[in-house]
């Protein structure tokens, strides 16, 4: 994988998990990374991947945004109260 390539990886999953860090629900958030996984997909074919480098391109995409609005979503929630 080239540097420009796990650049525009890094951008578009920060992206996509600011976006989704802004939904109401995991159910929410989670369609909406899948929406946008298949789109990637869809869109790596068109400019002539084939079909398992795609996949394999928005895979990796997908599991990047995950991480990131996980962490997202921690540092949302704050530290741990444990119990009094």
């Known amino acids: 994988m080239t540097a420009n390539l796990t650049n525009k990886i890094v951008l578009w ?7 989704a860090a802004e ?3 995991r ?5 909406y990374l899948a929406e946008r996984r298949s789109e990637l997909a869809a869109g790596a074919v068109a400019e002539g991947a084939s079909e398992s480098d795609a996949a394999i391109l928005a895979d990796a995409c997908a599991e990047a945004a995950r991480a990131i609005l996980t962490e997202l979503l921690a540092q949302r929630a704050g530290a741990p109260k444990g119990r009094a």
């Open 13 to 19: 999953a920060a992206e996509i998990a600011g976006h």
């Open 23 to 25: 939904l109401p629900s």
């Open 27 to 31: 159910q929410a958030r989670d369609d």
